[in-house]
């Protein structure tokens, strides 16, 4: 019985540090805001380069013609901006609080979190 009763106590306290709440991690969303900008940025930059790479490495082997052009334009830059847009997505989600927001939301009374 005096098991089950310090086990109850030891859940009650998982989370905390030396029975003192944790306090939650102070969140800056306008400053999220614009650290996912600045990636945006750079990522266009980014695809940008390897979109002049990708032509002028098509323009040793054969001509450049239109379609190809518009389909060597849209497949990378477009992937490029699709994979990385939603890794930096992900980050300002994290450092802006919204998945601490889901992740409170979702955490029923009485659980704590693994």
């Given at each position: 019985m005096h098991s089950?009763?310090?086990?109850?106590?030891r859940k009650d306290h998982i989370g905390t540090m030396e029975n003192?709440?944790?306090a939650p991690p102070a969140f800056d969303?306008?400053?999220a805001w614009s650290e996912f900008r600045r990636m945006l940025v750079w990522i266009a930059i980014a695809g940008v380069l390897m979109v002049v790479a990708s032509l002028w490495y098509l323009s040793l082997y054969d001509?450049?013609?239109?379609?190809?052009?518009l389909a060597t334009i849209?497949?990378?830059?477009v992937s490029m901006m699709l994979g990385c847009g939603l890794?930096?997505?992900?980050?300002?989600?994290?450092?802006s609080g919204?998945?601490?927001t889901v992740t409170n939301a979702t955490t029923h009374a009485g659980?704590?979190?693994?």
């Open positions: 089950s009763i310090e086990a109850a106590r003192q709440p944790v969303r306008a400053k001509a450049l013609y239109p379609s190809a052009v849209g497949g990378v830059f890794f930096a997505a992900a980050f300002f989600s994290d450092k919204h998945d601490q659980e704590s979190e693994a």
